[in-house]
């Protein structure tokens, strides 16, 4: 976990102490729960209005705008020190798992922080300060979900070779009994003399 976090702050680019920033002030307290509800809703009003890349807006198509607001208010509030809403509702966020049935490409989680930032910067009263701390945390938290939906495919790839080999290896080493039993190595063609 730790060395994902690692890996997330080196791609991001953002430090974990800055990504964690958000913890040392109270952002809950700061900006309220309203800034909040402000927020997601910009944020989802431009993702469903998204006819520039309409393929992004397409990944959203089986989920309720007014759902997935809330959705995304009571985690942010809940990670941004107010109260734990959205596990009350709907228990641990995991968010890695519950993104895994969405193509969570590099390209769409660009375009994700691409309209995170237009709605912080179209939602009044978050300031500027404020708005530094929840971007680097998005950025670092996005490339967190995103990691793992990414290197599935290479891991899968070093498994696979890996298993090829060590099937290799084990046919030679079976070869090389073989031999040791019989006194010489038994080929297909021979094998009906
Ligand atoms: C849910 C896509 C990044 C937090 C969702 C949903 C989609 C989605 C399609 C389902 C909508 C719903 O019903 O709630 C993406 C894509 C991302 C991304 C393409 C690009 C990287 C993030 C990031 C965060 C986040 C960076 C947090 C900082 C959430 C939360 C939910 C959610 C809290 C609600 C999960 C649930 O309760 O099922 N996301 N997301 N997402 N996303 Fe993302």
Redesign the pocket.
């Known amino acids: 976990e730790l060395s994902l976090q690692e890996k997330a702050s080196e791609w991001s680019g953002v430090d974990s102490a800055d990504a964690f920033a958000i913890d040392n002030t109270n952002l809950f307290q700061k900006l309220g729960l309203q800034t909040f509800i402000n927020l997601s809703t910009n944020f989802y009003n431009r993702v469903y209005d998204d006819d520039e890349e309409e393929w ?1 807006r397409s ?2 198509v089986n ?2 705008k007014e ?2 607001i809330q ?2 208010y ?3 509030v809940q ?1 941004m020190g107010g109260p734990p809403l ?1 596990s009350q509702r ?1 228990g641990h ?1 995991a ?1 890695i798992g ?2 895994r049935p ?3 490409t590099h390209q ?2 660009e ?3 691409y309209h ?1 930032q237009k709605a912080l910067d179209s939602t009044p009263d978050i300031d500027e300060d404020s708005k530094i701390k929840m971007n680097n ?2 950025r670092h ?2 490339h ?3 990691l793992p939906i990414l290197i599935k495919p290479i891991l899968n790839e070093i498994v696979y070779t890996f298993l090829l080999f060590r099937h290799t290896a084990f046919f030679l080493v079976a070869g090389d009994e073989l031999k040791n039993q019989n006194g010489r190595v038994p080929c297909k063609h021979g094998a009906s003399k």
């Open positions: 992004f990944i959203f989920s309720k759902e997935a959705n995304q009571e985690f942010f990670r959205y709907k966020p968010l519950r993104h969405f193509p969570v769409a989680a375009r994700w922080l995170m945390f998005f938290e996005f967190q979900i995103t």
